[in-house]
């Protein structure tokens, strides 16, 4: 299988700045495309932002200009750097990764655990 553990959530005030990671590691053949997503209480989870293992990126529109997804292919991790926070960014934020196992068949889509983002005064 292929685990995601995030790292870098917590507490920060409306207009600060938060740095999240998540890496991915068990029997990793490949990693297709990384990414974030986030969920609130009651709500779908939403798209956040990806990047490929070529280096593409998308963004949701809530978060363009704000948030910049970056990947370090040589350690199996993406990072997400959110500036410019606002309470509406509060939410369990969760890592993605469609990615190919080592004799597990054609490649496959994994989630982390989820870390807690709030942003408050």
């Known amino acids: 299988q292929v685990q995601l553990v995030e790292s870098g959530g917590g507490l920060v005030q409306p207009g600060g700045s938060l740095r999240l990671s998540c890496a991915a590691s068990?029997?990793?053949?490949?990693?297709?495309?990384m990414g974030w997503y986030r969920q609130t209480p009651g709500k779908q989870r939403e798209f956040v932002a990806l990047?490929?293992?070529?280096?593409?990126?998308n963004y949701a529109d809530s978060v363009k200009g704000r948030f910049t997804i970056s990947r370090d292919n040589a350690k199996n991790t993406v990072y997400l750097q959110m500036s410019s926070l606002k309470p509406e960014d509060t939410a369990i934020y969760y890592c993605?990764?469609?990615?190919?196992?080592?004799?597990?068949?054609?490649?496959?889509?994994?989630w982390g655990q989820g870390t807690q983002v709030t942003v408050s005064s």
């Open positions: 068990g029997s990793i053949f490949s990693i297709t495309a």
């Open positions: 993605n990764t469609l990615a190919l196992a080592h004799g597990s068949g054609p490649p496959r889509n994994y």
């Open positions: 990047v490929t293992s070529g280096g593409s990126t």
